[in-house]
């Protein structure tokens, strides 16, 4: 964290590093978790610094990513990671607000890791797509049609089919055209006019799904019948009381 500004109006850049065990004498013993004492641990400069977006607040509107994410979980338990400018090794005093594709004075920069921990989902920038960490093979595609070109049988099918989570994350292995529709396990579905809500904050709801260290329910597409196959017997209980 980098602290900046004026005193009486001061600013917190989080920069994300990636540390590397001095003594590791390949790539996988580096992938341990950090002990207390991090004396023999170094910043690895191989690897590009990534900067926290500032997804809203200070008065600034909300960019359309932000309004997406807003509708997963709360803004301050999303957290997006963007790429340095392109030249520029000193990413921590850049000033990066989400605006669009312009982020802060002209800067150019662009999404590279998408973070969600009370879902437990990590979306990672890997060519033109986001891929996800915890479903192996599998990257983010547009919910609309679940990234097949025909949608299902007819116009509206996929729509139709998650529109009663109110919001979900639609993944697709683009070997086997396998989807899968991820729903928020600790945000309380209710009736919002005529579609569905999800309330992040419910504190009774969290707990329940904290308790069962639920993140995510997993639904698969059954592409023949048209309809989703929840992964276990909580997520067809989610889906009920989504209905």
Known sequence: ARLSGPLDNPRCDVVRRALRRDDASNKDENDVALPDDLANFSVDEATPPLQLLRLGGAGAGLSPLALKLRRLDALSHSLAWVEPPEGSKDVAGRVLEAA??????????????LELPRLGLTLRKRGSEFWCDEHDGFALVDAAAFGIDDDLDRPG?????????GCIVALRDPD??????LAAAGSRPFRDGDGIG??????????????LRLGHHRYDLDRLAGRLVPSD???????VLAL
């Open 100 to 113: 669009g594709d312009a982020i802060g004075s002209g800067i150019s920069a662009r999404v590279a890791l």
């Open 198 to 211: 999800l309330d992040h904050d419910d504190a009774r709801w969290r707990r329940g799904a904290f308790a």
């Open 176 to 181: 086997t055209n396998d989807v899968r529709v």
């Open 233 to 239: 017997a909580r997520a067809a209980v989610y889906h």
């Open 157 to 165: 099918d996929a729509v139709e089919l998650v529109s009663p989570f």
